[in-house]
């Protein structure tokens, strides 16, 4: 097969969702579908969930919140389909904004009940900022919920994008009957049932088919008027709008059922993007350049306790990837080549020859990789794009077994490598201090610490409002900042300077008397000016 009719075949999206909007229960089901798992009707719902293939971390178990992403791979109608999924809970919202950044197109769960949450915004908000076309799917139609025109409505607005109802539901909650294909004239009769995997569709003559009026009798008038709201309300569905970014088609059904869920996959398979260039240091590399070259997006070690090994995440961007053949890692200027790449299926592995634009590759790390870090053929640019937000949380690391200062600082730089946290060293005193997006995070570091490196810490509290990174040209243009808020000052672990404000008022301050200096609330890994405000 030809390189372009590899890269044609592959879809490589995200599910985001607002935590309990039906991310897992969706993903599940799209597994099903493809035939990757076969799980339908032998397990309750909170059991799937429990052994859902895609939660392999410990901790994960135990809380039973998604910690980790993991990447899963399936085959479905001649399309290969890479799934990143992504944990669900805010505190780790961070590994969910970068694990965007190696997809091509999103699929949001909304919750027909519930309707936009925070989560949903801040999500939005990450696809907005590099156009990744967004389909909907409003979940839970079996649930009394909002009007469907309220919940478009909503979403329109709350979301700042333009949408375009592709289906429609008849009834809601209790009398919920099924959903209306707008485009297709057809209609899919709900059944409340999780075992199952065809809807029933009939196929209409449009609107005025009689048949339409036998099987809805009085619903029939209400069912045109919705959709004649919605086509005049509405623009047309444009794929090139779609693919842009500026419209998102919606779709609507119960995941839980399995409903709508086969029209969602067929319809994503129809429209969704194949793999998209990507911009680099550089220009712009397209998947379709004869010269490999990927980044990595996320690191994860010890995926399995047995083996404790670390595998760094590549999406593969242009090229072709192969197996034992000798590749140019950037930042550290060095050759390496990868013995054993391998795939995913949450738990399980399997080695791969090679890989194509949209694949993602496991390649197994000794500590050569840094998130955000490129490889290529040989040529010496960087991918753009993936972020390194502000935390909202700082402590100060307390090492609680003075025999373990080794296995901790090791860990600390390997958990902190993975971008599980933000290692921070004060200019004066040495402090080190842990910045998260979320408490849980703690948690899981003090946890993984312990039970992989055998080191005892503590965090301790510490009066911060946020972190800023500073970009100057010289000393003299940070004065202030050197002279009166010396104790504020740390090092990140690429060597720039943050200023770790302790008030709103602190931070005003500091940007009153340092006028020169420029204060950024979020950077990229490979491009130290780039600022997004208002979304960690
Ligand atoms: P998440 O990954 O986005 O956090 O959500 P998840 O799929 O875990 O779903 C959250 C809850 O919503 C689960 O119930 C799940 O069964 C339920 N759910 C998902 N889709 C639907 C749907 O279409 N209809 C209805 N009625 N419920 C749905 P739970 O009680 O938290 O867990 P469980 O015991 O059911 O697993």
Not at 362 to 390: A, C, H, N, V, W
Request: aromatic share 12%.
């Amino acid at each position: 097969m030809s390189i372009n009719s590899e890269i044609n075949k592959r879809k490589t999206f995200g599910i985001i969702s607002h935590p309990d909007a039906g991310k897992t229960t969706l993903t599940e089901k799209l597994l099903l579908y493809s035939g990757a798992i076969q799980i339908a009707g032998a397990v309750k719902s909170n059991k799937i969930k429990k052994t859902a293939a895609s939660d392999f971390l410990e901790i994960e178990k135990q809380r039973g919140i998604s910690v980790a992403t993991s990447v899963l791979t399936f085959e479905y109608k001649n399309h290969k389909v890479n799934l990143l999924d992504t944990p669900g809970h805010k505190d780790f919202a961070e590994d969910t904004y970068r694990t965007l950044t190696a997809v091509d197109s999103v699929i949001l769960v909304v919750d027909c009940v519930k309707g936009v949450e925070e989560q949903t915004e801040k999500l939005m908000q990450v696809c907005r900022m590099r156009n990744t076309p967004v389909i909907i799917f409003v979940n839970k139609l079996d649930r009394e919920g909002k009007d469907p025109i309220e919940i478009l409505d909503e979403l329109e607005s709350k979301l700042s994008i333009k949408v375009r109802p592709l289906t429609y539901p008849l009834g809601i909650g209790s009398r919920f009957k099924g959903v209306y294909n707008i485009y297709k004239n057809s209609f899919a009769f709900f059944e409340s049932n999780k075992t199952k995997i065809e809807d029933e569709i009939q196929t209409f003559n449009g609107l005025d088919d009689p048949e339409l009026q036998r099987i809805f009798k009085d619903e029939t008038e209400k069912l045109k008027g919705d959709i004649e709201l919605i086509d005049g309300i509405y623009d047309d569905f444009n794929i090139q709008e779609y693919l842009k970014g500026n419209q998102a088609p919606v779709f609507f059904g119960s995941a839980l059922n399995n409903f709508g869920v086969k029209e969602l996959l067929d319809s994503f398979l129809e429209i969704s993007s194949a793999p998209i260039e990507r911009e680099t240091t550089s220009g712009i590399v397209k998947p379709t350049d004869k010269s490999f070259s990927g980044f990595v997006f996320k690191i994860h070690s010890n995926l399995d306790p047995k083996h404790r090994d670390r595998i760094a995440f590549l999406r593969v961007c242009s090229g072709k990837f192969e197996r034992n053949k000798f590749y140019y890692q950037v930042r550290l200027n060095r050759e390496l080549k990868f013995v054993n790449p391998v795939t995913f299926m949450a738990q399980s592995k399997s080695s791969i020859d090679e890989a194509y634009p949209g694949d993602v590759v496991g390649l197994y790390d000794s500590g050569q990789f840094k998130i955000g870090d490129t490889i290529t053929e040989g040529d010496s640019f960087m991918f753009k794009g993936i972020p390194r937000f502000s935390p909202e949380v700082f402590r100060i690391v307390r090492n609680l077994d003075p025999f373990k200062s080794k296995q901790l600082e090791k860990g600390i730089q390997y958990l902190t490598d993975e971008g599980l946290a933000q290692l921070f060293t004060q200019e004066l005193g040495n402090r080190k201090v842990i910045g998260v997006v979320g408490e849980l995070q703690f948690e899981v570091m003090k946890y993984r610490l312990l039970n992989e490196y055998g080191a005892k810490v503590d965090f301790l509290h510490m009066n911060s409002f946020k972190a800023f990174w500073v970009v100057y040209n010289s000393d003299a243009e940070i004065e202030d900042l050197l002279r009166l808020r010396s104790d504020s000052l740390y090092y990140d672990k690429n060597d720039q300077l943050v200023f770790i404000a302790n008030s709103q008022y602190a931070y005003n301050t500091a940007v009153e008397k340092n006028p020169k200096a420029v204060f950024l609330s979020a950077i990229e890994h490979n491009d130290k000016t780039f600022s997004i405000d208002n979304v960690a």
